[in-house]
């Protein structure tokens, strides 16, 4: 349950100056979730009765944000599977909603199983997270606050006033190195390449002409 999520946070952080509030780790322990979420998503399954014709509404519990439609069946429970190929239905969108439209028009009252993808559910009554992924969640939501503790400190003035006075240029590279780690023993656990985590972004030719047609100050084409 969320008490176990936050104790063993608590313990990854080791924040002994107090300087997390138990807001923001519970926050992180949110943003966790949602990210464990995409990469680890909860599959549900559902068996719903199409009213016939070609299109045929999406459960009650398909998140419009974040569900993605993984498998149709029908009729369910046939062996082998009566599994639909990809290119036999689509999501449709319409002003009253997303539906889903099938090539081939489904009976009035044939049964049709459904697998989509759900968000996990963490709080103080539910828990959908497998104990064997439960580490791996905490040390990314332990990984978001280290980040943040390493933006405070190294975002502070060098004290000099005393000869003991802590460093904390060096205080926030320690609180970067241990948010680097933690992350990527999630991704190791889950086996996700680090590079997928990349942000996007554009490669910009910084070797341009100025613009009177010649070479820019700092960044000569010609070699140095």
């Not at 009213?51 to 398909?62: I, K, S």
């Not at 606050?145 to 005393?162: E, N, V």
Request: charged residues 30%.
């Amino acid at each position: 349950m969320l008490t176990d999520f936050q104790g063993l946070v608590d313990d990854l952080v080791r924040d002994g100056a107090g300087d997390i509030a138990t807001a923001d780790r519970d926050e992180a322990i949110a943003r966790a979730v949602i990210r464990y979420s995409t990469d680890r998503p909860k599959i549900k399954i559902e068996d719903v009765v199409a009213a016939g014709g070609n299109y045929l509404d999406l459960p009650a519990a398909f998140d419009a944000d974040f569900s993605q439609l993984v498998e149709i069946e029908t009729p369910p429970d046939e062996a082998p599977p009566a599994i639909l190929e990809p290119s036999a239905w689509s999501i449709y969108s319409t002003p009253a909603g997303d539906k889903i439209l099938f090539v081939n028009s489904l009976a009035a009252a044939a049964s049709v199983r459904l697998r989509y993808t759900i968000p996990h559910t963490l709080d103080g009554a539910t828990d959908t997270v497998p104990d064997k992924d439960r580490e791996a969640v905490c040390a990314w939501a332990a990984g978001l606050l280290l980040t943040q503790l390493a933006a405070k400190y190294s975002g502070d003035s060098q004290p000099t006033i005393t000869s003991d006075s802590v460093d904390h240029q060096s205080k926030g590279r320690d609180y970067a190195a241990r948010a680097r780690e933690l992350r990527q023993r999630y991704l190791d656990h889950l086996g996700i390449d680090p590079k997928r985590t990349v942000p996007a972004g554009a490669v910009v030719d910084l070797d341009q002409d100025n613009s009177l047609g010649g070479d820019r100050l700092m960044h000569p084409r010609r070699r140095r």
